[in-house]
């Protein structure tokens, strides 16, 4: 499964089976972790067979079942470090998912002090998301998209690779579902904006990871 195909196939699995992950599949998970810390400076950690974190209230609440591994997003507290995490989060989404697994991305509905005690996390660090790992019992479904238009801003004719790009993003998880972004083409420059809301500094991240992917970085510029 290639990671474009990744992008189609991922939904949110929030049902995990006891299944514990495939020792050939961690190693290649902590092989692209490694890499993405040491490409950004984050402090991502994998934490296999801990299932503390999402045996709490608020993780049933929010549906959650079977859930013993799971990706810290950490990271030092700076004004770019949900946006950071969003996309190289998503780039280990998406390679979980090539590798059999399914994700959920989690900012509230887990046990953040269960989960801290299993992690390293420096001073002037913070852990802002998790990511649930495992195999799931079912694929998840589709999510509902807003229309292409009203997510971006471009002067006809618009480029094939805007085009792929924009269905990429359209594809990506966002905190609830909110889809508050805007993207923006002037030549071969591509602005991607966040509409504010919640977590949507993440979501930005993530949709550019996923637009990156769908467009070929070899096509465009992004802004700023
Ligand atoms: C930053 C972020 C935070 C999220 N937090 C939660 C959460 O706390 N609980 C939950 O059940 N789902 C959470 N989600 C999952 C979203 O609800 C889900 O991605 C969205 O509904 C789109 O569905 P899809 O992932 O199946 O495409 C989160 C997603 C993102 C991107």
């Not at 490409?39 to 991502?44: D, V």
């Not at 508050?180 to 991607?192: C, D, E, I, Y």
């Not at 977590?199 to 802004?223: C, P, Q, R, T």
Request: with cysteine; charged share 20%; glycine share 10%.
């Amino acid at each position: 499964m290639t990671i474009f195909e990744a992008m189609k196939a991922r939904h949110s699995v929030r049902s995990y089976k006891k299944t514990p992950l495939d020792e050939a599949a961690i190693q290649t998970l902590q092989a692209e972790i490694d890499a993405c810390n040491k490409e950004s400076g984050l402090h991502i950690q994998l934490v296999t067979k801990e299932p503390k974190a999402f045996d709490s209230l608020m993780a049933h609440y929010g549906k959650f079942s079977g859930v013993r591994n799971y990706i810290a997003l950490i990271g030092k507290k700076d004004a770019t470090l949900d946006e950071k995490l969003g996309y190289y989060g998503e780039r280990l989404v998406l390679l979980a998912q090539t590798l059999g697994l399914n994700t959920c991305w989690v900012a509230m509905t887990f046990g953040k002090g269960a989960a801290k005690s299993h992690l390293s996390i420096a001073p002037g660090e913070k852990l802002v998301c998790v990511l649930a790992l495992g195999y799931g019992t079912t694929q998840g479904v589709a999510h509902k998209s807003k229309p292409m238009d009203s997510l971006c801003q471009t002067s006809s004719p618009v480029p094939e690779w805007f085009q792929r790009g924009m269905e990429a993003a359209m594809l990506a998880p966002t905190a609830m579902n909110q889809q508050k972004f805007l993207f923006s083409l002037t030549g071969n420059t591509v602005t991607a904006k966040s509409l504010g809301g919640f977590y949507s500094k993440v979501d930005l991240g993530i949709v550019k990871y996923h637009f990156e992917v769908g467009a070929g970085k070899e096509n465009f510029n992004w802004a700023g």
